[in-house]
């Protein structure tokens, strides 16, 4: 999920890390400086429309550096949040660096994330503007709650509750459709799917030639 329409990541230092406040946080998590770039998968990939696969070995050397990676390829992309799937990996794994309503930054991970939303009487939906590292250059309006709790495990297997707000709760409910093998564009009617599509074919050539710059700025 790219960084919010008319959104950016807050000047405001306020952080909180595993859903845990810091006092202060580097722009760019030393999670993507250990990392390296990878390919961001294309919507119609079929990685990308099949759930993923429940991550059963935890504090692995290789699940931390998936995560690390895909923290570098979600910075390099501009992005708030990435599905591992987008990496084209089939686990139940998403990472975010997303600002909330409130100016405050979330900055974290979320292995096996199971999602608790608002009951339906008492659910709050808000349009606002979505779009898709996997969908590049295309934007539409998606309708989400405004308030998402997703339960899961950190890649160590401690327990994690990520509550978000906002911005935010459209990104934990983003990334979690990513895993159950959606994009935003599944929520769409036929005739705004279309026209994303034919954004992305517009506009893909610019937003990977700004990503190679990105990636060549940060030695990825």
Do not use: W
Not at 110 to 124: E, F, K, M
């Amino acid at each position: 999920m790219p960084v919010g329409h008319e959104r950016s990541r807050p000047i405001d230092r306020r952080v909180r890390v595993q859903g845990r406040p810091v006092d202060s946080y580097p722009a760019l998590p030393p999670e993507a400086h250990r990392g390296s770039v990878r390919r961001v998968t294309v919507v119609g990939e079929d990685v990308l429309s099949r759930p993923c696969q429940e991550v059963t070995e935890f504090g692995s050397a290789e699940l931390s550096a998936l995560i690390d990676d895909m923290f570098l390829t979600m910075h390099v992309a501009d992005g708030a949040g990435l599905a591992a799937n987008q990496v084209g990996v089939d686990l139940r794994v998403f990472v975010y660096d997303c600002p909330d309503d409130d100016g405050i930054r979330h900055v974290g991970h979320i292995v096996n994330p199971v999602l608790d939303l608002p009951d339906p009487g008492s659910r709050r939906l808000i349009d606002d503007y979505e779009g898709c590292l996997s969908v590049p250059g295309a934007t539409k309006e998606v309708a989400r709650t405004d308030h998402a709790v997703a339960r899961g495990f950190d890649k160590d297997g401690n327990p994690v509750a990520i509550e978000g707000t906002g911005y935010f709760a459209r990104c934990l409910q983003h990334e979690t459709d990513h895993l159950i093998g959606h994009t935003y564009l599944d929520r769409l009617p036929k005739r705004d799917r279309k026209d994303a599509l034919r954004q992305m074919e517009e506009r893909c050539e610019d937003v990977m030639a700004q990503r190679a710059v990105k990636a060549a700025q940060l030695g990825g």
